[in-house]
């Protein structure tokens, strides 16, 4: 059966609009989140970070976020994987997570990391089953809030 979404790189200024829909959408609970967005899309627009948007019916039902680490150039980094409740268990994730690893080889990185709070263990255990590692657990956001720090080595199976 064919699939109903397709994952497609953000760059034209009206995909770039769906994709700060889309994030206002998400509720998440990271502090000042919102002003977190309007950093994020103006850094998309920069091209500082890469988005891949997962469309069904042109509209974006999943998104991801990368860009370079800021303290080790050799490392992508996962800034944002979110998945619409809605359409969650039909490989958005996944697909979306392809899109990340394939920019993260077409853009060398050796490594590519992500954190997320400690008590998603969802999303912990969606990133070990596609092979990461924890490489740590520290308080990144908040004090005294534990995020797991998880980490790939890139490469093309
Ligand atoms: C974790 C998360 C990304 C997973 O997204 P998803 O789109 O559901 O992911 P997938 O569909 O690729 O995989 C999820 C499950 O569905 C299964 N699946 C995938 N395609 C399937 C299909 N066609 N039929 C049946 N099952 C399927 C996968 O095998 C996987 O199973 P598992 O849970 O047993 O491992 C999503 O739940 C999410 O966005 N969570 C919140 C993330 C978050 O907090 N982000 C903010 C910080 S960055």
Sequence with gaps: MSKIFKVELIKRPAEIRKLNKFLLSQPLDYPNHSEWIEKCIHEVKSGYKTSFGCYKNKEIIGDVIVQKDKSDPSKAEIKYLKTDPAFEHIGVGSA?????????????????VVDTHSTNKKMINFFLKHGFIILEEKALYRAGQLETILIKDVRLD
């Design 96 to 112: 979306l997570l392809e899109s990340a690893e394939i920019f993260s080889v077409d853009n060398r990185f050796k490594k590519i």
